[in-house]
Antibody, heavy 117, light 111 residues
Framework: QVQLVQSGAEVKKPGASVKVSCKASGYTFVRYGISWVRQAPGQGLEWMGW????????NYAQKLQGRVTMTTDTSTSTAYLELTSLRSDDTAVYYC??????????WGQGTLVTVSS | QSVLTQPPSVSGAPGQRVTISCTGS?????????VHWYQQLPGTAPKLLINGNNNRPSGVPDRFSGPKSGTSASLAITGLQAEDEADYYC???????????FGGGTKLTVL
């Protein structure tokens, strides 16, 4: 069965960087894109960006341009999200999700990133 | 402020029918991009509920439907059950932003 398993919770200081991993199993990794979505405490879902696992093409949300990098490692079927220059409003649960086309059909369990001094 | 507009909350009694609206514009829903719906139970990851304009993934009961018309879409839930109490989000693609966009979410309360 399709599974996306994310890395554990992180606590970071303002200005630091964080890298979250998302290990896929149960399907052919290169055939689907991966999107990242975050959810601040008590708030709605915010799309962060998408990466084509096949060729590495990316599409990032405009507000995160310059701070976000999405990559994949096809040898381990793992996707990565790196966010730099962290601020307190980056505190959120970060989700990876499989993207067959524009929908997100399977989601990881989420990774809580807390930014606090 | 979200690109797709949803009501913050809706409610209904068990067995009733409720609808959740999702209003977009000519650069997203009105441009013909698919609308998808997600259900998020408390403390869990979102789950795809309706895929590509009224298609239900395997395992989703037919009590859920998601028609689209013009620049809007809606999620209809019939035969409301206590287990349906959750947050619901619509999502599409916006060509002017070149971005995937979510609605602000709607909290469904089963009375």
């Amino acid at each position: 069965q399709v599974q996306l398993v994310q890395s554990g919770a992180e606590v970071k200081k303002p200005g630091a960087s964080v890298k979250v991993s998302c290990k896929a199993s149960g399907y052919t990794f290169v055939r689907y894109g991966i999107s990242w979505v975050r959810q601040a405490p008590g708030q709605g879902l915010e799309w962060m960006g998408w990466i084509s696992v096949y060729n590495g093409n990316t599409n990032y949300a405009q507000k995160l341009q310059g701070r976000v990098t999405m990559t994949t490692d096809t040898s381990t079927s793992t996707a990565y999200l790196e966010l730099t220059s962290l601020r307190s409003d980056d505190t959120a649960v970060y989700y990876c999700a499989r993207a067959p086309t524009t929908e997100l059909d399977f989601w990881g369990q989420g990774t809580l990133v807390t930014v606090s001094s | 402020q979200s690109v797709l507009t949803q009501p913050p909350s809706v409610s209904g009694a068990p067995g009733q029918r409720v609808t959740i609206s999702c209003t977009g514009s000519s650069s997203n829903i009105g441009a013909g991009y698919d609308v998808h719906w997600y259900q998020q139970l408390p403390g869990t990851a979102p789950k795809l509920l309706i895929n590509g304009n009224n298609n239900r993934p395997s395992g989703v009961p037919d009590r859920f439907s998601g028609p689209k018309s013009g620049t809007s879409a809606s999620l209809a839930i019939t035969g409301l059950q206590a287990e349906d109490e959750a947050d619901y989000y619509c999502q599409s693609y916006d060509s002017s932003l070149s971005a995937w966009v979510f609605g602000g979410g709607t909290k469904l309360t089963v009375l």
